[in-house]
């Protein structure tokens, strides 16, 4: 391993303030000159039951899960089995549970861990407000090495408005709490504690919601139309308070066939446009994407999958809208499809969707998913970019204006209300160059052929993939998957394999070029994916040349990828 | 409203485009388009502020007729993209179009919204009851015995509803109805439509010659003027509890919230990126 790393999961019953503590043990460890990545998990219940949350917390950038946990940290035992299948364990790994809570169930007792009692409740009593969720906050802190002034720095930024008792009282609780640790350090020759470097860097802590809707907002976004729906609800809020401070607005829709027409309509008036929803939404929003590509009216629609189809599982990531987002349009209808290969690559990547959209005005889908949207990561801020949104405009006072006009560019300067003499009907129906509908066969043809070329012509510079590394062995894929392929590769690399890292943001257009030039020197591949049907995989093999050796892990949600059977798979291959 | 920035006044000539409808000779469609332009010119609204935006069907294609900026979209959804387009350029006047199949059937539930919602914009409906550009289906103000559709050759068996007392119910701020045989007094009462401050709403009875001949009737039945205006819920709802649909004029207008968010700029980006820091 390149960086040392820990991995702890809470769990607890609702109210245990499971996600409390791990918010703050990932505020502390960032503070304390560490990297992490928190992810959330909760049973079925709409509010309270029980929650997860998985942390791993390193030396360096991390942005995917491990293998499995080094500490299971239970508040109680309040149906923690729900999550079995999420906490892989080691021999090594150790469970820590209260002396106070009775009865752990089978998956506990069963378990090949480590297991240890500590006085959680008990402890928490002993103090005057005292939570056991402080008290497990200062164990984890203290055996993960986060030094209690890190630690503190963040009760007093989360508890201030609580007052100076509530304060206070924590604090003795994360003491204790470290206390206990430490003690149980010794007892049972625990040593996870991660080397933490010093750094200048400004860190960002931020969820893949939140960066998807910071790099829409970098991008020149100024209007939102949408419907909730998990997991993409989190960009919509973050985007109605964030949109109106920079003049913008979000509009909750009445369902998703308003919020993107409403969207197209924003956008028809020259103003950026997006929306975000999960694979329902999309399906309800694929006839107004035929529109967009029609009309060549730029829009943003988010994807953030989860599993599918229908309500699938909401709360679970899944790479299985490829299809759609990819085939879904009815006619030949060419458009954007971009997928972020991480939590912080949210951020670039739809600030550089919402500049192709724009300026290849042309409906654009992103595909981020639950496990990018939904986890929060500790991050070195991300430099400035200079994707902002710029359409091609006609002047004011254009004569003759040809709104569809056939450019060698494929691009026809757009005009927008206000400007004289642009006055034109943007329309579904297949139009002649002045705009006026027509069905004529030369018109079709001529204007499939400028939308398609608007498309194809453009140049996407380096941003198409992430491309890292050489070997004779590919491995590719996309999204969220891509970190535990990242991981993967780094440890067969200290391993002396060599392996190339191809990992697609730009999904379609399908760049044949580019692609074979990233394929020098390949002959053997795998592609890594989270979806049922080798969705990507039969995508890949339509539009590119692959290698005859080519090979596929392909895995639904809603069991994240680790890096380990990555790597098994890899040496599986030979 | 702007006030007119040019020499010489606009006739509602300037309104239109030299595109030639498809309509068939005597759809009541024709009289509409001349209502709105003309309602436009006595405005003096500048072509490049308007917008006329549209869904599918005969009565949508109404766009391409004027000379305005407009938008021909897809079936239903005239309403989801002119509230956009007005929310993001509340500068701009906006007219969104249709027919009742477009606007009450599929773009049911937009209807309803648009009524609460109360953007500050105008919707002109150009009620058939029937679906024309489909070559005559019932629609949702069909009567529920007519049988002239092979789709529902025992007529629909479904009560037609009126779009007025689903406008009331559902919170318009203002409410009309006019009649294609009465292009004057139609301009005059989506003029005042789109003067209000709010969504109004305008049904506009608009024969289908082809689909609905019998709709040729309609000139000795509808009633000019019967509807008094009032601001009173209760009475505009009393009134259509015996309507028979064929009366016209302002039926409802009261002032409420309009939707608009402030769109003023107050924070810069790198303000909002702080947020994210430790
Ligand atoms: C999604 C979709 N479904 C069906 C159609 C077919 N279609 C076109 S217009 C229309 C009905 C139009 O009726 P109405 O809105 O009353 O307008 P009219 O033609 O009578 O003016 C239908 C069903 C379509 N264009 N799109
Ligand atoms: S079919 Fe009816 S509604 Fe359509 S253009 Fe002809 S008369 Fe008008």
Same mark, same amino acid.
């Given at each position: ?19 409390? &503590? ?37 030396? &360096?950038?991390?942005?995917? $899960? ?48 480590? =297991?240890? #009692? ?98 829409? #907002? ?7 139309? &949408?419907? $909730? ?50 694979? !329902? ?40 809208? @490829? ?5 879904? @349009? ?51 801020? !991300? ?21 569809? &006009? ?10 927008? $209300? ?28 001529? =204007? ?48 002396? =394999? ?13 760049? $044949? ?42 895995? !639904? ?11 098994? =798979? ?5 | ?25 005597? +759809? ?86 648009? +009524? ?13 009851? /029937? ?19 092979? %789709? ?22 203002? *409410? ?12 005059? %009462? ?11 709403? /305008?049904?506009?009875?608009?024969? +289908? ?40 004029? /302002? ?6 919230? *309009? ?20």
């Amino acid at each position: 391993m390149t960086s040392q790393t820990v991995s702890i999961a809470i769990t607890g019953a609702g109210g245990a303030g499971v996600m409390t &503590a791990g918010q703050m043990l990932l505020d502390a460890a960032a503070k304390a000159g560490l990297y992490g990545l928190m992810t959330r998990s909760s049973g079925p219940q709409i509010r309270g039951g029980e929650a997860a949350a998985y942390i791993r917390l390193s030396s &360096a950038p991390i942005d995917c $899960p491990d293998d499995s946990f080094d500490v299971l940290f239970c508040f109680d035992w309040m149906n923690v089995d729900r999550f079995a299948a999420e906490l892989p364990m080691r021999p090594n790994s150790v469970i820590i549970g209260d002396e106070a809570a009775k009865n752990p169930p089978t998956m506990i007792t069963d378990s090949i861990a480590r =297991q240890v #009692l500590v006085p959680l409740s008990q402890s928490a009593n002993e103090i005057e407000g005292g939570r056991p969720n402080m008290i497990g906050l200062g164990i984890l802190g203290e055996l993960a090495g986060i030094p209690l002034d890190a630690l503190q720095a963040i009760l007093e930024k989360v508890l201030k408005r609580k007052g100076e008792a509530a304060l206070l009282a924590s604090l003795e609780g994360v003491k204790l709490g470290m206390k206990v640790a430490s003690d149980l350090e010794t007892e049972i020759g625990l040593d996870l504690h991660l080397e933490r470097k010093a750094t200048d860097k400004t860190r960002w802590s931020l969820t893949g919601n939140e960066a998807a809707g910071m790099g829409a #907002l970098r991008g020149g976004v100024r209007f939102c139309a &949408a419907y $909730p729906i998990t997991p993409a609800t989190e960009i919509l809020e973050w985007l109605a308070p964030n949109l109106e401070k920079v003049g913008g607005t979000l509009v909750q829709a009445e369902d998703e066939l308003a919020s993107v027409n409403m969207i197209i309509g924003g956008s028809f008036g020259g103003v950026p446009s997006i929306t975000a929803t999960s694979g !329902p939404g999309l399906a309800l929003m694929t006839e107004a994407l035929g529109l967009a590509v029609s009309a060549e009216i730029p829009i943003v629609v988010v994807d953030v999958m989860r599993g599918g189809p229908s309500t699938g599982i909401p709360t679970k990531s899944e790479q299985s809208d @490829l299809n759609i987002a990819l085939h879904g @349009l009815h006619g030949d209808a060419p458009h954007i499809v971009t997928a972020p290969n991480s939590i912080s690559d949210c951020l670039f990547t739809a600030q550089w969707t919402v500049h192709l959209a724009e300026k290849l005005q042309t409906a654009a889908i992103m595909l981020s998913d639950q496990s990018l949207g939904q986890s929060r990561n500790i991050i070195d801020k !991300p430099a400035d970019l200079a994707f902002v949104a710029k359409r091609d405009l006609v002047e004011d006072g254009v004569e003759d204006y040809k709104r569809y &006009a056939l450019t060698d560019s494929g691009i026809s300067p757009m005009a927008v $209300p206000g400007i004289k003499g642009g006055e034109y009907v943007a329309d579904g129906l297949e139009t002649a160059e002045n705009a006026r509908p027509s069905s004529s066969a030369e018109d079709h043809y001529a =204007q499939l052929d400028k939308r398609q070329r608007k498309i194809d012509q453009f140049d996407y510079g380096q941003h198409w993939a992430e491309i890292e590394g050489e070997g004779d062995l590919a491995v590719i894929t996309f999204g969220s998957v891509t970190a535990p392929v990242r991981e993967a590769i780094e440890r067969l690399k200290e391993e002396g =394999q060599k392996i190339k890292l191809i990992s697609l943001r730009l999904l379609s257009p399908a760049l $044949p070029g580019p692609f074979d030039v990233a394929m020098e020197g390949v002959n053997k591949a795998l592609v890594v994916e989270q979806t049922h049907s080798k969705q990507f995989y039969r995508y890949l093999r339509s539009v590119y040349d692959l290698p005859k050796n080519t090979h596929v892990l392909a895995k !639904p949600g809603p069991l994240p990828f680790r890096p380990g059977e990555i790597v098994d =798979q890899i040496k599986e291959l030979g | 409203m702007e006030q007119p920035v040019q020499q010489k006044p606009l006739t509602f000539k300037d309104y239109k485009s030299d595109y030639k409808p498809v309509w068939c000779p005597g +759809c009541g469609d024709f009289s509409v388009l001349a209502a709105i332009t003309k309602a436009l010119a006595e405005l003096q609204i500048p072509r490049e502020n308007s917008a006329v935006i549209s869904g599918i069907g005969c009565s949508s294609r109404i766009p391409a007729y004027t000379s305005v900026y407009g938008f021909h979209g897809i079936h239903g959804r005239a309403l989801a993209s002119a509230t956009g387009l007005k929310v993001a350029r509340p500068d701009l006047t906006v007219v969104a179009t249709g027919g009742d199949g477009d606007g009450f059937s599929i773009g049911g539930n937009h209807f309803m919204h648009a +009524c609460r919602r109360n953007v500050d914009m105008t919707y002109v409906v150009m009620d058939n009851e /029937v679906y024309g550009m489909t070559k005559g289906q019932a629609s949702p103000t069909t009567p529920s015995d007519w049988e002239g559709s092979k %789709l529902t050759p025992h007529g629909t068996g479904v009560s037609p509803f009126n779009p007025l007392s689903v406008a009331l119910s559902a919170g318009a701020s203002f *409410i009309a109805r006019g009649f294609a045989g009465d292009p004057n007094g139609a301009a005059k %009462l989506i003029a005042q439509a789109m003067q209000h401050k709010g969504f109004s709403f /305008v049904q506009i009875l608009s024969p +289908c010659v082809t689909f609905r001949p019998e709709q040729a009737e309609w000139k000795k039945i509808v009633r000019k003027g019967e509807i008094t205006e009032t601001g009173d819920l209760g009475t505009a709802a009393a009134f259509l509890a015996t309507d028979d649909g064929f009366s016209t004029g /302002v039926l409802y207008e009261t002032q409420r919230p *309009i939707y608009q968010p402030s769109m003023e700029e107050n924070h810069s980006l790198s303000e909002i990126e702080a947020s994210f820091e430790l």
